[in-house]
């Protein structure tokens, strides 16, 4: 896959047969999209694309948007590129693109930029300047512009949206099962590991601290995780820890890892977890005897899961 930072930087000798929006996720619900671009250029006759944007429009043009999403710009990328896509577009969005015109839109991207054969979209999808314009305008320009329009049914994007709204609100419930049914894979989270207070070392239980420099990431509800990485192209189970470490009076939200049968030094490297099951609530404990009896049986409870596997 061919990635590019800019709609100015993309260049291509063939007609391409594209799809613009968030694509937050890359769940069932966008596959189902995604599928019908690739089929349509599986002839060679034409290239596929994919324009979305960086940072999300609602980051920009709501101020006191909290928008969590489900992808960072990395993992999204690499999401795509799992489908099969052949040139992925991430533009800067800013409040001059919002401005401009759909004709502008039109004329000057689609039309002029991506030399374009088929746009593959949504029926409700609205663009240009405030939003004003809709598919039977695109549909006009189409017909103008000499370029198809194949409009996405009603049903199959009610399964996008909702399949966006109950990953959200069953990765903020901590129901990974639902969460993870939808997206098509298991939610995970990518970041450096990092030198925490380790603790962990001194009770048997030595974790690698997970840093996500992007606050935009949705974290999950706090509490105990059966996971996997992989680490070296090697599977790796174990359980993770997201919150605050109350037993010994944490003062921010860490996500520890402790990985089974596990003990080399990755310290600087970046990983991703695989969020598998959800096995209980943090919670704090009188004694640090009894938060090591309760590891031991969570490391029971998640070997139990994941031999289920």
Known sequence: MKLFHSINDFQ????????????????????????????????GKYESLVLTF??????????????????????????????????????????????????????????????????????????????????????????????????????????????STKIRKALNEGNMTLANEYLGYNYFLSGEVVKGKQLGRTIGFPTANIQ????????PKNGVYAVKAIIEQKEVFGMM???????????????????????ADIYGQKIAVSLLHYLREEQKFGSLDLLIEQLNQDKINALGLLRQL
């Open 212 to 219: 996500i420099d992007e606050d935009y990431k949705l974290i």
């Open 12 to 43: 291509s000798t063939k007609k391409t047969i594209l799809t613009l929006g968030t694509f937050d996720g890359v769940h069932i619900g966008h596959k189902k999209i995604l599928e019908r671009i690739t089929q349509n250029t599986e002839n």
């Open 54 to 163: 960086f940072p999300h429009p609602r980051m920009v043009l709501q101020e006191k948007s909290e928008i969590k999403l489900l992808n960072t710009i990395s993992e999204k990328t690499r999401l795509l590129e799992e489908t099969g896509i052949e040139n992925l577009i991430i533009h800067p969005f800013d409040e001059n693109f919002s401005r401009l015109t759909a004709e502008e839109f039109v004329h000057s991207i689609l039309v002029d930029k991506f030399k374009i054969q088929k746009i593959i979209i949504g029926h409700d999808h609205r663009f240009g300047r405030n939003r004003t314009a809709n598919i039977d305008d695109l549909i006009a320009f189409g017909a103008e512009y000499g370029f198809e329009v194949e409009q996405i049914s009603a049903k199959e994007i009610q399964d996008v949206s909702v399949s």
């Open 241 to 263: 820890n997201i919150g605050f470490n109350p037993t010994v009076n944490g003062e921010k939200q860490t996500i520890e890892v402790h990985l089974f049968d596990f003990d």
